[in-house]
């Protein structure tokens, strides 16, 4: 009988949806689900988050997106079984290639992506918050690249942290693969809020409707310049940052912002 409820458990756990998506009104939180296997980013993983992300993404309805997780971890990173000594080099260059194209789908879609971080966020799953727009931690959130620990130097999560962290703490931990508390994480530019475990989702949901409630056309222009400004030449940052403000200033939304201060009839 221990042995049929355990296999009722498991075949339970295969069935439900890798991602979960629940709607709040404009808010869209996407749920890794895959609590015992601590959210790693299996093959499998990533596609369906991938898939989930561009639904929403798509989803004119949609003003933010949240990326939470089930269970003790936020997300440990790749699924080592997955990388195991009979994978070969083009195999393991096809499972970081969806990995890579994952975290830049979250930097093209339209929305800012909020990460809700508990637990441990580590390798990949570190990457993951990274890649977030904004992230928001429990203070009992621990970060890693621990990759190195294993031999394995976290080179793809190494493009994320070094364009959140100053250079030479984002390389220690690559170096040394030490974990570090969410207080340091934010004092390092990793996330954005620390809070009780209690507190976070109240402290996502304010922030989450903060931000639904601004111009949508506006958000999307912006989260895309900011992005691309920041690879530019400061020259051609300005260029482009001009092009991008005047193209906004003359959407209906703007208009009607600056009509209100300037008591202007739209």
């Given amino acids: 009988m221990l042995n049929s409820g355990a296999d009722a458990m498991a075949a339970s756990a295969a069935e439900a949806p890798l991602v979960r998506i629940d709607r709040d009104g404009p808010v869209a939180r996407l749920t890794l689900n895959r609590a015992a296997k601590y959210n790693v980013l299996s093959a499998a993983m990533m596609a369906a988050l991938r898939e989930s992300l561009e639904s929403m993404g798509s989803d004119r309805s949609v003003r933010v997106i949240v990326l939470a997780a089930e269970g003790r971890a936020f997300c440990a990173g790749h699924d080592l079984n997955e990388m195991g000594s009979e994978i070969g080099t083009d195999e393991m260059r096809a499972l970081f290639g969806a990995c890579s194209q994952l975290m830049l789908t979250i930097r093209r879609l339209p929305q800012p992506v909020i990460a809700r971080v508990q637990g441990v966020a580590t390798a990949a799953g570190c990457q993951l918050v990274a890649m977030c727009d904004?992230?928001?931690?429990?203070d009992d959130a621990r970060f890693?690249?621990?990759?190195?620990?294993?031999?394995?130097?976290?080179?793809?999560?190494?493009?994320?942290?070094?364009?959140?962290?100053?250079?030479?703490p984002a390389l220690e931990m690559l170096l040394t693969g030490e974990f570090i508390d969410a207080p340091t994480a934010r004092e390092r530019g990793l996330v954005n809020r620390?809070?009780?475990?209690a507190q976070l989702d109240a402290e996502i949901a304010a922030l989450a409707a903060q931000i639904a409630a601004k111009s949508p056309e506006a958000v999307a222009l912006g989260k895309r310049l900011f992005y691309e400004q920041l690879e530019l030449s400061i020259e051609a940052a300005y260029e482009r940052a001009s092009d991008v403000m005047a193209c906004n200033a003359g959407t209906e939304d703007a208009r009607r912002?600056?009509?209100?201060f300037t008591k202007r009839t739209v």
């Fill in 257 to 260: 912002g600056i009509a209100r």
């Fill in 134 to 138: 904004l992230a928001v931690a429990g």
């Fill in 144 to 168: 890693a690249v621990s990759g190195i620990n294993l031999g394995l130097f976290c080179s793809t999560p190494a493009v994320a942290l070094s364009r959140n962290v100053l250079q030479k």
């Fill in 194 to 197: 620390v809070v009780a475990p």
